[in-house]
């Protein structure tokens, strides 16, 4: 079975930074893209960033391009996502998913930003 488990939230100030984690099992993850998406209290899901297998690629929505970062560690089976300059609207549950549609998504990790 597919296994995804987020950690690495937390309360950080406006301007802070966070890195995510997400350990991966039950698939060959070197040889799948893998997306962040995270939802807000109240809204739906929004895909934030992804990353191609070899990590030759990298993908960032408008919201978080340049001052997020997505990278992973194959020999690990996990993906990361660095959270730099965060603001108060980056308030919201982190997941890593399968897809950019989040249907294979983990339990995901709470990230509140606030002064």
């Known amino acids: 079975d597919v296994q995804l488990v987020e950690s690495g939230g937390g309360l950080v100030q406006p301007g802070g930074s966070l890195r995510l984690s997400c350990v991966a099992s039950g698939f060959t993850f070197s040889a799948n893209a893998m997306s962040w998406v995270r939802q807000a209290p109240g809204q739906g899901l929004e895909w934030i960033s992804e990353?191609?297998?070899?990590?030759?690629?990298?993908y960032y929505s408008d919201s978080v391009k340049g001052r997020f970062t997505i990278s992973r560690d194959n020999a690990r089976r996990t993906l990361y996502l660095q959270l730099n300059d965060l603001k108060t609207e980056d308030t919201a549950m982190y997941y890593c998913?399968?897809?950019?549609?989040?249907?294979?998504r983990g339990q995901g990790t709470q990230v509140t930003v606030s002064s």
């Open positions: 998913a399968l897809d950019r549609g989040g249907v294979n």
């Open positions: 990353i191609t297998g070899g990590s030759t690629r990298k």
